[in-house]
């Protein structure tokens, strides 16, 4: 009763002169009524004079309605509002201003010293431009080693395709030639050998051949001065015959003795005899001339055997000299190291003449030059289910002063398939490529971006209802609770 009392002293002293049997109707359709039993009927009863108090009972089911409503309306508009307020899901990612044709990163290959340092950080370079040089000698001696090599065997190569083709004279090829007329020792030594090597084996083959021809010739000469002989002999027979012939008739007249013709059947006989020994010797003469061009024959053909061997052996040395001659001058013309694209240089790890550069190591980042810049976001794992391209993003450009640099509005336009690892922190992400329109870029005013500034980008993913995120827990823990069943 005595709070009731305050209130009503306080609604008193707010209201002012607001007539009290007026308030009581418009509190008495709320049940509230009772709180100016106290202190209203007081003054009423000091107005009155002598008139006794009475004890009004209060009703407590119109407040008890009156605080369930408000709680019903309360939670009934709350749950309204969960159940249609869309909220957005994001993902909220880190980032950096890359170029959209991303930096080009120098190597090399092979590594080595540092010889001389041409550019530092900052610098602009075109494509083409030296960064650095790498010491060049042990690849300068390995390549003019191997030159020589080629020359060498390119002028073998010509030696054996004349001695093949039984050519007269040697054709050095062009290459050595002219190295040899430029003064290269080399060339010089290599053209002077072969020629050297091709007469005295022209010359080795010629004393063959030479040999074999006069061993011909002499038999042919036999087989001439026997037939000679052999005419002769005819020639004698004949006269001994007709001599022969006289006497066997004078014998048989009786004038002359038997002794005479037995002598010259004697000579005929003999004369008979040499005759077959003369055709055979002209047969062995002929059979000694066969063998000899049979013999040359093979002279030159086993000269040719030699030189196709030896011509096969020099072009597969050739094939092999050649492709390492051009790996050698591969590596000598690495040994400078050029600008890929036109740029400028971002980082370098040149930095000592003299210093060792490992094969392989990242050794210049070079940022295209006048190229579109993008915004490459890491998205985390867990989020990559909200995330894809065509989604809208926001981004914040953290070098940049927040209170003066408005957000930038941009699109994803492209999410790696498969997830990065970051070699030094161990931090896994997808890669997820964010455009920003020219006219987002303008609001920046005097800001002006550049490759390499760190930005946190937001997602915006799909839109959920509030409901949706105090239900979720309870989604959860009712399926896990059902798969443990």
Do not use: C
Not at 4 to 27: E, H, N
Not at 156 to 170: F, H, I, M, P, V
Not at 217 to 232: M, V
């Amino acid at each position: 009763m005595a709070k009731q009392t305050d209130i009503a002293a306080w609604l008193k002293t707010r209201l002012g002169r607001v007539d009290p049997a007026r308030l009581r109707s418009l509190l008495g359709t709320t049940g509230l009524s009772g709180l100016f039993s106290g202190r209203a009927g007081e003054d009423e009863r000091k107005a009155a004079g002598a008139k006794s108090v009475r004890k009004v009972p209060v009703d407590p089911w119109p407040t008890a309605a009156a605080g369930v409503l408000v709680v019903a309306l309360g939670l009934g508009g709350f749950t309204a509002w969960a159940g249609t307020a869309q909220l957005a899901a994001g993902a909220i990612a880190q980032g950096m201003v890359t170029s959209a044709t991303k930096r080009k990163t120098v190597k090399h290959l092979e590594g080595g010293i540092v010889a001389e340092i041409r550019v530092q950080e900052g610098d602009s370079v075109k494509a083409g431009d030296v960064l650095f040089t790498l010491e060049d000698t042990r690849a300068r001696a390995t390549m003019e080693l191997l030159e020589a090599q080629v020359m060498a065997e390119r002028a073998a190569e010509a030696r054996l395709l004349a001695e093949r083709d039984g050519a007269d004279t040697l054709e050095i090829p062009l290459e050595v030639g002219e190295a040899a007329e430029a003064g290269n020792p080399r060339a010089q030594a290599a053209m002077a050998s072969q020629m050297s090597l091709f007469s005295a084996r022209n010359e080795q083959l010629g004393g063959q051949i030479d040999i074999l021809e006069s061993r011909i010739e002499q038999y042919e000469q036999q087989i001439e001065g026997t037939r000679a002989e052999q005419q002769a002999a005819e020639e004698q027979t004949r006269i001994i015959r007709e001599e022969l012939e006289g006497l066997q008739k004078l014998l048989a007249a009786g004038h002359t003795n038997r002794t005479r013709v037995l002598a010259l059947e004697r000579a005929v006989a003999e004369l008979e005899g040499q005759r077959g020994s003369r055709i055979a010797r002209i047969s062995q003469a002929k059979v000694a001339i066969g063998e000899a061009r049979i013999q040359m024959i093979q002279v030159r053909e086993d000269y040719r055997r030699r030189v196709l061997e030896e011509l096969r052996e020099t072009q597969d040395r050739l094939v092999d000299l050649e492709q390492r001659l051009k790996s050698a001058r591969d590596v000598y013309e690495r040994l400078v190291i050029r600008a890929p694209i036109d740029g400028t240089v971002l980082r370098s790890a040149v930095n000592t003449v003299g210093g060792v550069v490992s094969p392989g190591e990242p050794l210049m980042d070079i940022a295209p030059a006048e190229d579109d810049l993008t915004i490459e976001a890491r998205i985390r794992p867990t989020d990559i289910d909200i995330v894809h391209a065509g989604l809208p993003a926001q981004i914040r450009i953290t070098a940049f002063d927040q209170r003066m640099t408005p957000p930038l509005d941009g699109t994803v336009v492209q999410v790696a398939p498969d997830i990065v690892t970051d070699q030094q922190t161990g931090v896994s992400y997808y890669v997820a490529r964010i455009a920003v329109p020219d006219e987002e870029l303008a609001g920046l005013q005097d800001a002006q971006l550049v490759a390499g500034m760190p930005a946190e980008i937001v997602v915006a993913a799909q839109e959920r209802t509030a409901l949706d995120y105090l239900l979720d827990p309870v989604r959860h823990i009712l399926q896990r609770a059902f798969r443990e069943m």
